[in-house]
């Protein structure tokens, strides 16, 4: 099992960046696909990125694709979401997940997620 907990996230104004980490206990962290998703108020959980086990393959919506980076370090069983260039419509609760399969952009792909940390964009 893998428990999930995630930080940084805060208020910030558009075109500011933020980095949110996602540490994840377990010694089997490193064999789990991650994602991030996000959440607004009265929205659907959406996707935002993942990345596979070994770092080798990484995915983005969109949307964030230019200014959002995942990244990991297995050593520290956490995961990264380097967000630049905050847009107001960014704002949300924003999640981690693990899977023991193939990260992608379904909720249902995931095992376990974390309880969110809030990322907010004033313009």
């Known amino acids: 099992q893998v428990q999930l907990v995630e930080s940084g996230g805060g208020l910030v104004q558009a075109g500011d960046s933020l980095r949110l980490s996602c540490a994840g206990s377990?010694?089997?962290?490193?064999?789990?696909?991650m994602g991030w998703f996000r959440q607004s108020p009265g929205k659907e959980r959406e996707f935002v990125a993942a990345i596979n086990w070994r770092s080798i393959s990484t995915y983005y919506i969109d949307f964030v694709k230019g200014r959002f980076t995942i990244s990991r370090d297995n050593a520290k069983n956490t995961v990264y979401l380097q967000m630049n260039s905050l847009k107001p419509e960014d704002t949300a609760v924003y999640y981690c997940a693990a899977t023991r399969g193939v990260a992608g952009p379904g909720r249902s792909l995931y095992d376990y997620w974390g309880q969110g940390t809030q990322v907010t964009v004033s313009s």
């Open positions: 377990g010694r089997t962290f490193s064999n789990y696909d």
